[in-house]
């Protein structure tokens, strides 16, 4: 005997009622979608996580971060002083994790930025691979077409040298004769003179004002993401450094120069991770959220206190390049004739990179100085 099959008696949904529909928003017209703003019906449409709310207050709030966070960093810097015994873990645990919070203001070379960094890297590789190979299907083809191609590249190419050779007659019988009136009234010597002065009026006129808002032409090099070996038993041992530099005093301070054909492939703008370096100490390690300027004005309790996100950000910025040069340089020539008490610098101490900041000028402006001391009597102390 076959079961009896359930009975299925469909329900349709009743609907809204009528004082639903009326308080339906109209979806249909303006923009009511924009994610993280607060629209007309009171809602921040697009926050589904937790941390997504609209916070108007966050730059108190991280202010308030970093001050606990320094005063517990500096309760471990004195426990230390007193002789506890602390561990690695101990040490990782007293710090915090700023660099996750704010990547926007920690440098590209940081470890926090090393996987990213390469995923990048990786995925831009294999960007240009699949472009490079749909490129070449497109451009496939046959034997007859390639035959004809270089027929056509051989017989523009002659005819390219003939016309070459024309314009390069030409070209010697007109220097020839402009040459010639020259000669009639200036010596060998003064022509060259003359030749070299006019060139150095055309470069002249053409040089440009930098306006401090262009960027580095090297600012694409590659960041540095590894510590170097004979940094990771230093106090040093978390600042990325390129392995092309010379160390000349050892593996700590560091005092190094680079190698001198690359700093001459790198042209008249040298990238950063080539730039010589001239330490008497270990760099200290200052977080960009705990580090504060204090600049002290004219009168004893004038006192400028400035974090760095105020530095950015209330100080307009230019960025030019700046040369650099170490009065010791060659110094190694030197010490072979007669010793010095300084260490044997080679020619690469010398740079050119682009650097980048607030005026000094209006730094101390909003300090309270003044930009124009009264001059008075010398006061000889």
Known sequence: MLPIPHPVTVRYHPGSALQEVMNEPAWGFGHNHRVGFRNKHNRLPGLTHSGDEHDEDWHVREDIQASEAAGRYQEFREEVKKGKLVSFRDIVNAQEDFHLRRPDVHSEEGPANVERTQKEEAKKKKEEEEKRNNEQDKKSPNDQDIYLQQGHERESEENKGRDDDAEDIRGVEHEKHGYEVLREKYSPQEIALLFSLQHEKDYISNLEE????????????????????????SPDNWIPRSSDLIRLTGKHPLNCEPKLALLFEAGLITPNELHYVRNHGSVPHIPWELHKLQIYGLQPDEKLEISMDELAERFDTISIPVPLACDGNRRKELNMIKRSIGFNWGSGAVACSYWKGPLLHDVLLAAGILEKINEGPAILG
């Open 210 to 233: 930098n306006n401090g808002r262009m960027k580095s032409p090297v600012n694409h090099s590659n960041p540095l993401v590894s510590i170097d070996e004979a940094d990771q038993s």
